[in-house]
């Protein structure tokens, strides 16, 4: 089979493990620098090129796409998936995973638990606004920030409006701007489940290891193996189901009333390797395997 990695380079790690145990399995690969693609859009003639070469000729791709660009990238992937080209990740599904609300509103609306969630452009219904949320501290978010960037924990009513007017000052594409119920039990502590193919593969805790009550690895936190009970590990699996992916990090917080769903990630890195000794890699391109030859699926979201 004909591979081709969409990646930012060979040099990243996801990257050279997708490529060395599609290698040993007998696949061809090609890493794509989706960001020098060009396409092209006539009637009835859709293509993409890579240094001349068009990329109709293979069998399936990876998508992994960076959140900054998500735009581009998952243009390139829709230009792909309409000359009928196999992706393991669908455009639209990454797309939807990258916007924090929309997330929050299909994972809601499917039945999975996620952090009291409120959102609006005005700073003046703060009160009411962190009254629905149980009061303060509160958890200010950027719908498209990403790795902990865009995140503020306003530890007062008088903080949570400064944030708020300081975000939608210098908020200029008009992303929503999100605030969500701080859980004290989970305060700098969260779980990374490793999706594939509707099963989950890996998973690790990741604790701050300082006052930050950001847990990211990106941001210095520190992953540990951990065991998933039966609710988290289903409720993992049901949070990549609602937003369409095959691959997917799942990240979630324990608290008093069960997990709750913070984010699911459309290009998760692979670092939960090193932390867990799990190979991810390899479910992915037996997914690939067994799902290319059935052509892409209809999503199922319809959002």
């Not at 240094?51 to 992994?64: M, N």
């Amino acid at each position: 089979m004909k591979i081709a990695i969409l990646s930012n380079g060979p040099g990243n790690y996801s990257t050279k493990r997708l490529k060395e145990v599609a290698l040993a399995r007998g696949h061809e690969v090609t890493i794509i620098k989706y960001k020098e693609c060009y396409a092209s859009i006539e009637k009835n003639n859709p293509t993409v090129s890579y240094k001349g070469e068009d990329l109709s000729k293979f069998d399936a791709i990876i998508p992994r796409i960076a959140s900054y660009m998500t735009r581009y990238g998952t243009a390139i992937v829709r230009q792909l998936e309409m000359q009928g080209v196999y992706t393991i990740s669908s455009s639209i599904a990454i797309n939807r995973s990258r916007d924090k609300l929309r997330s929050m509103q299909l994972l809601a609306k499917a039945g999975v638990g996620v952090p009291k969630t409120v959102f609006s452009r005005n700073s003046a219904d703060i009160d009411d606004l962190i009254d629905k949320l149980g009061g303060t501290p509160v958890i200010i978010k950027l719908a498209r920030g990403t790795h902990g960037n865009g995140v503020v924990l306003a530890e007062t009513k008088k903080a949570a409006k400064s944030v708020l007017q300081a975000f939608y000052l210098t908020n200029e594409d008009g992303t929503n701007i999100l605030l969500q119920e701080f859980v004290k039990e989970s305060a700098g502590t969260d779980i990374r489940a490793f999706v594939v193919g509707g099963r989950v593969v890996a998973s690790m805790k990741r604790q701050s290891l300082d006052d930050d009550f950001r847990s990211n690895l990106h941001k210095g936190g520190e992953g540990t193996v951990i065991k998933l009970t039966e609710e988290e590990r289903k409720m993992a699996i049901k949070a990549a189901r609602a937003m369409g992916l095959n691959v997917a990090g799942v990240d979630m917080m324990r608290s008093e009333r069960g997990p709750l769903i913070l984010e699911v990630n459309a290009s998760p890195g692979f670092g939960i390797e090193k932390v867990t000794g799990r190979d991810v890699a390899t479910p992915i391109i037996e997914y690939v395997e067994l799902n290319a030859k059935r052509r892409n699926k209809k999503d199922k979201v319809g959002a």
